[in-house]
């Protein structure tokens, strides 16, 4: 199933829904008519029972350049421009929306992926790479800051002596370079991108998504705890899923020794 947009391109099959960022010749750069689309393609997402994997991509050779700045809602003019607006309005509400999806999400990063598109990625569970795609945290060279979380995921996932580079400096991080540092899962051939990461979303569509979801919220709530608050957590989750329905097949399956069917609860 294809559901029509005008700046992006929704497309569910097998239990995965790919979003795709489609303005090609602006870099796939997000407008307030962008944010909107995107906003309904991801209550769609949402409201369709059969999805139970999310996938982030973008059209052409481009990933994302981050905000279209010729878009009026941030364009300077003679009077100042207020960019908290903008955050608090689409950014951040995308943001947490994102790391909020009931189901496991992959981010195919096809290209350059600059200022708030640098960000975004990392709001999924699995960042794959184009080994021609790039990093840019652009932010410096037009007098800001990183935002789309970049201040939290930058140190979290590179450390601050490599986070204050790439935020201060704003030098092209190549995809491979962003794999050896940790910064997302995999850098992958460009051909090889998409065949790869559907076939990783279709596994993770069959596989047991409730687990896949509270995996993310233990290790992303772990990162503000203490290690006997953290085990608390996993007492909790263990708990909740050792009572599912996907637990009691997982285990049926290993002891019958054939492949589970799961179904998400």
Known sequence: MVHSFETVRLDVADGVATLTLNRPDRLNSFTTAMHGEVRA??????????????VLTGAGRGFCAG??????????????????TSIATYYKPLLLRLRALDMPTICAVNGVAAGAGANIPFACDLVFAAKSAAFI?????????????????????VGPARAM???LLGDKLPAAQAEAWGLIWRCIEDDALMPTVMAVAKQLAAGPTRGYVRTRQAMEGAMQLPLAAALDVECDFQRE???SDDYREGVAAFMEKRPPRFLGH
């Open 41 to 54: 393609a991801l209550d769609a997402v949402v409201a369709d029972p059969e999805v139970r994997c999310f």
């Open 137 to 157: 945290q652009s932010f410096a060279k037009i007098g800001l800051v990183p935002d789309c979380g970049g201040t939290w995921w930058l140190p979290r996932l």
């Open 67 to 84: 905000q279209d700045l010729s878009d009026r809602a941030v364009a300077p003019g003679a009077a100042p421009v207020d960019l908290g």
């Open 241 to 243: 899923l050792g009572g």
């Open 165 to 167: 580079g790439l935020a």
